[in-house]
Nanobody, 120 residues
Framework: QLVESGGRLVQAGGSLRLSCAVSGRTFSHYDMGWFRQAPGKGRSFVASIGSNGDSTYYARSVKGRFAISRDNAKSTVYLQMNNLTVDDSAVYYC???????????????WGQGTQVTVSS
């Protein structure tokens, strides 16, 4: 089970930290990713991280502004989002990915996501 949290309304230029709590004992075995879906658009890749946190990848649109991290002891993956713009408004989801990369394939059941709204 995946439970995302931390989304809210924020002004452009602001910051947010999203969390994704993952149930199960094998979290440390999985590469993880963050994805987002804006209204009327498909779900798109945001960031991914290797199972031990040593490799990270980002979509071009967020590179330099977002940072993915994980705490395997807490079975949680995070997304620190800085210098937010209105184009970052979306529902954000986390999920397991087959391999951390710039275009990872997610698998498993999606959670409910967390809404991020950036106002101008």
């Amino acid at each position: 089970q995946l439970v995302e949290s931390g989304g809210r309304l924020v002004q452009a230029g602001g910051s947010l930290r999203l969390s994704c709590a993952v149930s199960g004992r094998t979290f440390s075995h999985y590469d993880m990713g963050w994805f987002r879906q804006a209204p009327g658009k498909g779900r798109s890749f945001v960031a991914s991280i290797g199972s031990n946190g040593d490799s990270t990848y980002y979509a071009r649109s967020v590179k330099g502004r977002f940072a993915i991290s994980r705490d395997n002891a807490k079975s949680t993956v995070y997304l620190q989002m800085n210098n937010l713009t209105v184009d970052d408004s979306a529902v954000y989801y986390c999920n397991r990915v087959e391999a951390a990369s710039n275009a990872p394939r997610a698998y498993g059941t999606w959670g409910q996501g967390t809404q991020v709204t950036v106002s101008s």
